[in-house]
């Protein structure tokens, strides 16, 4: 039989698990590796990318144990199927009022932290300020941490939200799929960067309801790659705010095909809805 995921990325076996692969590097590589960084370290000494702490040394990563920290603080309680953060955090995780009523395509939506304080101005620095060498670390936070958030044991496709072309081009670049990239080379899954398109313009979102939020976005992505045959797709964003982005993007996968999607974000807003 053929596999699904295998068949939606060109034939090629593409089924990975998410867990970290074997080192199988030779141990001569390692101790070269180890030489070039202590080198580069003299010359250049690393500093986190969030705070500017002086890093004892870069192989330890780009960023700080407690900027690190700030990339762990979505705890629960949150509701298990759309990942929403409910204001108080007494209690344990619970359905949403939202995932009561409302139809979800996607099957989990996870995200690292709360949207608010030094990762809310990180955040910002990624997507507005230009400041794109913060995707490779954040990413692999992403990836590390979804490891452990994300319900499902394995996929296939990563694919990011996309941008329509307008926004990509005055922004120059889409910080979703920089940090998918940095994801998929953690996990050594595909990314498609390019299949899900945002083909209608749409307002900010910013300024409306949840409910004027999905109107606003009904039929502004297609999927314009192979189908999907069953392929387990991990969708990448890096805020999620309503969730009505990562739920119209979960649609159009679906209906090409997908048979899981999973929602992997940076930070989440806590909206109102979610009280
Ligand atoms: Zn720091
Ligand atoms: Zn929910």
Redesign the pocket.
């Given at each position: 039989m053929v596999d699904p995921a295998a068949a939606a990325c060109g034939g090629k076996t593409v089924t990975h698990s998410i867990m970290a692969p074997e080192d199988s590097r030779h141990p001569d590589a390692d101790l070269l590796a180890r030489f070039v960084h202590a080198l580069v370290d003299f010359v250049l000494p690393p500093r986190?990318l969030?705070?500017g702490?002086w890093l004892s040394s870069s192989r330890e990563g780009r960023?700080?144990v407690?900027?690190t920290a700030l990339f762990a603080g979505a705890g629960s309680p949150l509701c298990p199927r759309c990942g929403a953060l409910f204001a108080s955090r007494e209690g344990g995780d619970h359905l949403c009022g939202r995932c009561l009523r409302q139809r979800l395509f996607f099957d989990a939506a996870r995200t690292l932290s709360r949207y608010e304080g030094s990762v809310r101005e990180t955040v910002h620095r990624l997507k507005y300020r230009g400041h794109t060498m913060l995707a490779g670390p954040l990413g692999k936070l992403m990836a590390d941490r979804g490891r452990v958030l994300l319900p499902a044991d394995g996929c296939d496709l990563i694919v990011p939200v996309p941008l329509h072309v307008r926004r990509l081009r005055e922004r120059g670049y889409n910080q979703s799929a920089l940090l998918a990239r940095s994801i998929g080379s953690r996990w050594g899954v595909r990314v498609d960067s390019v299949s899900l398109c945002k083909t209608r313009w749409t307002p900010p979102q910013t300024a409306l309801t949840v409910s004027a939020r999905r109107v606003n976005l009904r039929g502004a992505f297609s999927w314009r790659g192979a189908p999907l045959r069953g392929a387990r797709v991990v969708l990448v964003d890096d805020v999620a705010t309503s969730g009505s982005t990562m739920n119209e993007c979960a649609r159009v996968l679906k209906q090409a095909g997908a048979a899981r999607v999973d929602v992997l974000t940076l930070a989440r807003t806590q909206e109102e809805c979610f009280r």
């Open positions: 986190c969030i705070c702490r960023l700080c407690p900027c």
